[in-house]
């Protein structure tokens, strides 16, 4: 029998900031985006972050607090101001990015406040591209050592990013989300044999690093988790819908995916848990924006509506 944990308390740590988008600016950031999702999922999250004082800034803290988002460690820098990134959608619907560099994210400061939260929080969310710099990347360092639960969510987002810290900040990791683009780089960097299948690079990349479960997503085709303890890898199908942009679905598949994984402590399933991360990644790709607005009931009947039909996942 599963034993469910009710309270459960989560940390995200990083980058904060306004998505320009065609249609608009939005609020955004990976970490952000993660905590929006585990508050809406019940799961009181908050966001360590840093922004200006400038407009930017408090109309930034002003948008999480009406999301739902608490705000206590959101730092405020007199010097650097709020990031800003321009974001570009083609015909294909593929996103591409121009993030400025420095920013006041960048100079996230280790508090009394950050380290009490850590210790108390049951997991602790943290994504390479925070490591950019290094006043936030060692704040994010003396962190991890206090944090319960580490999950490091990969995103590769060039010039940022440096083969040194992303295998260090793999070295801390519990958890480990990357897409099939960003295990290719990292087994490279490792030298790992370049006629190894997906299966066997993850299972290299697990010993080494000693990490327990690694979520690899694969865009339209799923995504597949990776347990160390069970041996499983299990394969989710993505369910099939009208794309309007791709922007946040795979910070919410890691939102809704945590949402599971923390409340079940023991003998979790899996299927429900990966089959709740599709839905909410779905859901986040049929509409606009990383973070749009829904309840319970409206996630309950997207994946009823969704689910008929379709193939079963895979498990080996």
Known sequence: ???????????????????????????????????????????????????????????????????????????????????????????????????????????????????????????????????????????????????????LDVNLRAPFYSQSRLLDLLSYADLVKMNKEELGIIAQWLDLPKEDNDGQLVEQIMQRYAIDEVIVTYGAAGAIYHAKRTGVSYHFAAYQVDVKDTIGSGDSFLAAFLSKRMRNQVDISIEETMGFAATLSAFVTQSTGACPSYDASTINRFEWIHYLGRGEANSS
């Open 1 to 151: 029998m599963r034993r469910e944990k009710l309270t459960i308390r989560g940390l995200c740590f990083g980058e904060v900031l306004w998505d320009n988008l065609p249609t608009g600016k939005k609020l955004g950031g990976a970490p952000l985006n993660v905590a929006y999702h585990l508050n809406k999922l019940g799961l009181e999250t908050q966001i360590i972050s840093r922004v200006g004082k400038d407009n930017g800034g408090g109309e930034l803290i002003t948008g999480c607090e009406e999301r739902g988002i608490p705000t206590k460690l959101l730092q405020v820098d007199e010097e650097h101001a709020t990031s800003t990134v321009e974001v570009h959608v083609d015909e294909q619907l593929e996103v591409t990015y121009e993030i400025v560099f420095p920013v006041a994210w960048d100079y996230i400061q280790l508090t009394e406040d950050d380290i009490i939260a850590v210790q108390h929080a049951d997991f602790l969310v943290y994504g390479s591209l925070s490591s950019r710099h290094e006043v936030s990347y060692r704040t994010l360092r003396e962190l991890l050592k206090l944090a319960n639960y580490k999950v």
